[in-house]
């Protein structure tokens, strides 16, 4: 069933994309609060996405707890889901730690608070925060920069060559070459991942793993990479990649509130530690909607901001059963056609998507909280399987 939702969704993908980019003069910005407009007034059939929602609420989407749909900048839909988490992690005999999954005090929401976790969301943000870095000129070379000299005062082992030759574009495409499992349960004590939360020295946790085959060869999903290419911003830049984040990023486009969890060593959790509201998370993604721009200032350049989001690895298999989805600077591309990009998103553990449409002027947002088990649906395809095809003009 699964594999037919995915065939017709492409069918139908082909015949949207032929469709003309919305105009840019009927495009708005948010200010302290996002302009609110409704599906009619921009063109989205109400009853599906009404459908939708109930589904939402009826559970085949798992817990969803916020779906945020906007459309020339307006929100067009926006709905919170109010679910008990303390009931649903004393299953689990949660421990009170901050990567404890289970805790209610840290998932999915940041102490009682509306900040939820992004988990590897934080992987495409701090890819923009390293984007800003390069394009100021902090990092000579830029993503061609070999990473190893950023990692002096570690520990390192570069008697193998490939170590030594592994660059910052490497590891921002998933393809350093270390040996790392990401592929198994987050459940299971065999997951690098799971080992790495576990260390008390993240870098040099990572720093330490072998190599598997040679840099830029073979996609390997590594939230490891992740975590050196935030220390990259903290060496480049001189400030630890939060503050850079808040001044660089989050300021400039409204940003106000945001945690991000910090290592035994105090270092910012750049893999997956991030949490904001998912009004917030939607400034991310409309910025990146506006190719960096953020009404009239460039917050990001527009070069980064597009081959970020471009597939410059085409086709991952296996990616979730999807037939080829796309990789970029940390970014996912779930379609794209002839190399143009026609769907990109962030994606988090649990259920976190950012989706951005660019032929359709939309974003979508998504947070859950999904990590026992399999839902009915996924939430990230019903921007294909069921927001898209409820686009009338």
């Given amino acids: 069933m699964r594999v037919v939702r995915w065939l017709l969704a492409l069918v139908a993908l082909t015949f949207f994309f032929k ?6 003069s009927a495009q708005s910005w948010p200010q302290d609060k996002w302009p609110v407009s409704s599906l009619e007034r921009e063109g ?7 459908s939708l929602v109930v589904d939402m609420q009826t559970g085949k989407y798992g817990h969803i707890d916020h779906f945020l749909l906007i459309r020339h900048g307006r929100v067009v839909a926006d709905h919170h889901f109010e679910r008990d988490y303390a009931k649903v992690a004393a299953q689990y005999s949660p421990k009170n730690h901050q990567y404890d ?8 929401y940041y102490r009682d608070s509306k900040l939820h976790t992004l988990q590897s969301v934080t992987k495409s943000i701090m890819s923009a925060a390293l984007g800003i870095a390069i394009d100021e000129g902090r990092i000579p070379n830029g993503i061609k920069a070999p990473a190893m000299p950023f990692f002096k005062p570690y520990r390192l082992d570069l008697s193998d060559p ?8 490497d590891m921002l495409t998933m393809r350093g070459g270390l040996r790392w499992n990401e ?9 690098s991942c799971i080992q790495l939360e576990a260390s008390d020295d993240w870098i040099q946790f990572v720093l330490d793993q072998p190599m598997r085959e040679p840099p830029g060869t073979v996609f390997n999903y590594n939230s490891g990479v992740s975590v050196l290419l935030g220390k990259i ?32 060593k105090g270092e910012v959790d750049t893999e997956g530690g991030l949490y904001l509201t998912a009004h917030d998370l939607a400034r991310i993604a409309y910025l990146f909607l506006r190719n960096g721009n953020w009404n009239g200032k460039q917050i990001v350049s527009r070069e980064w901001v597009r081959a970020s989001t471009s597939p410059v690895i085409p086709d991952i298999r296996p990616a979730n059963g999807r037939p080829d989805a796309g990789y970029g600077y940390q970014w996912w591309v779930p379609h794209h056609e002839n190399g143009k990009t026609r769907i990109f998103s962030g994606r988090g553990l649990g ?16 947070n859950a909280w999904n990590i026992h088990g399999r839902t009915e649906m996924s939430s990230e395809s019903a921007v294909w399987e069921r927001i898209l095809p409820a686009i009338r003009k």
């Fill in 183 to 191: 592929m198994v349960s987050y459940e299971s004590a065999e997951n």
């Fill in 101 to 108: 999954y289970d805790h209610p005090t840290w998932h999915p």
């Fill in 19 to 24: 469709g003309t980019p919305s105009d840019a």
């Fill in 162 to 169: 490939r170590k030594r030759s592994m660059t910052i574009a």
């Fill in 233 to 264: 911003v903290r060496v480049a830049t001189g400030q630890r990649i939060d503050s850079y984040v808040q001044e660089k990023l989050f300021g400039p486009i409204g940003i106000k509130k945001a945690h991000w969890k910090i290592t035994p």
């Fill in 351 to 366: 259920g976190q998507f950012p989706v951005v449409v660019p032929d359709y002027d939309l974003v979508a947002v998504f």
């Fill in 44 to 50: 989205i059939d109400p009853a599906a996405i009404d």
